[in-house]
């Protein structure tokens, strides 16, 4: 009987199969990074819409529960084609403002850009209600933004029959990275609770 010799792999073929692993390993880990981008970018906008979605929520909870809508003006009034800004009283008696803001409170570099502001006091001071990484596009540079659809202001017109009701359309993006953004466009609406009369 003849004896076999062992045999291994030969250096050639030994090298073919370490570039061919090196290949598919490349492969698997660039795809790899991707989806942890991928993931980390989708995290980043589910965190930033929710808290854009609390900040919308919490005004819209704020709207239902007050009286005399109104825009700004001191004599009441619809305002039909839109504003920044909008005044109520509150639940709790005091005058709150929402509005449009592009100051140094949004954290904003740029003029056309800003946050979604509160006041308490009737418009004396202001805070911010949204995250810095949500971005309003501000209205009046033709890109949309905040903007409140006021129709049956309470607010100087008592009795005309039309429940009062405001829509808030909302407008921007979210910062996902240094390069690349999100954007969102947003609408809910609120009717006040108190019978108007």
Do not use: W
């Not at 979604?116 to 006091?121: E, F």
């Amino acid at each position: 009987m003849k004896k076999v010799s062992p045999r291994g792999f030969t250096l050639i073929e030994l090298m073919v199969s370490v570039a061919i692993f090196a290949v598919v390993m490349v492969i698997a880990l660039g795809a790899l990074l991707s989806i942890s981008a991928a993931n980390r970018k989708a995290e980043t906008i589910a965190s930033v819409m929710n808290n854009l979605n609390f900040a919308i929520e919490s005004m819209t909870r704020n709207i239902r529960t007050g009286v005399d809508y109104h825009c700004g003006s001191s004599t009441g009034g619809d305002c039909t084609g839109g504003s920044d800004l909008f005044k109520f009283t509150a639940a709790n008696g005091l005058e709150t403002v929402y509005k449009f803001d592009n100051s140094a409170l949004c954290q904003q570099t740029s003029a056309t850009v800003g946050c979604i502001v509160r006041s308490t006091d009737g418009g004396t001071t202001y805070a911010p209600i949204t995250a810095p990484e949500v971005v309003i596009t501000n209205v009046s540079a033709g890109t949309g933004g905040l903007t409140f659809y006021l129709r049956g202001s309470s607010l100087g017109s008592t009795g005309d029959n039309t429940q009062p009701n405001v829509v808030i359309t909302v407008t921007g993006y979210v910062q996902t990275s240094p390069t690349q953004t999100a954007q969102f466009a947003l609408q809910t609406s609120a009717t006040q609770r108190l019978y108007d009369r």
